[in-house]
């Protein structure tokens, strides 16, 4: 597994974690990092993706809430909303990474951590925050 897989695996581990437990980011990012034996640059590039998120989770929901009206951000499962929010962030906000590969390392979490439907939802739900923004980036 590269390091960028890495860093977002734990990122959606922390955020999900967050979304559960009154933990600070800091230290779920620490507990996982130490136990995961996380190379500098996978954990650099985490840290960076769950400050993202959670500096614009708001917005981030109101994306997830217009792309997916027939999922509520508040029902949808934890950890489908917690992939959307990192992936939506990473094509929004971060702009870094193409987008299919985003969209991809997105799905391959969902495959991971979801249900058997959330690699369907989260690569729809991608899909049309790809195609919405008209963003040509590949």
């Keep these: 597994m590269g390091s960028r897989r890495k860093a977002r695996t734990i990122a959606v581990q922390v955020l999900y974690d967050l979304d559960c437990t009154e933990h600070k980011a800091e230290e779920a990012l620490a507990h996982l990092a130490m136990e995961k034996a996380l190379p500098q640059e996978a954990l650099s590039f985490g840290e960076q993706l769950i400050r993202g998120v959670l500096h614009n989770k708001a917005k981030l929901d109101r994306h997830i809430e217009h792309f997916a009206p027939a999922f509520p ?57 790809v195609s919405k923004h008209k963003v040509k980036k590949t």
Aim: proline residues 5%; contains cysteine; negative net charge.
């Design 73 to 129: 951000v508040e029902q949808m499962p934890i950890i489908d909303r917690c992939i959307l929010r990192l992936a939506i962030f990473e094509i929004l906000f971060d702009n870094k990474t193409p987008f299919k590969a985003t969209i991809n390392e997105a799905v391959e979490l969902a495959k991971t951590f979801g249900s058997d439907s959330s690699p369907k939802l989260i690569n729809g739900v991608l899909g049309a925050v």
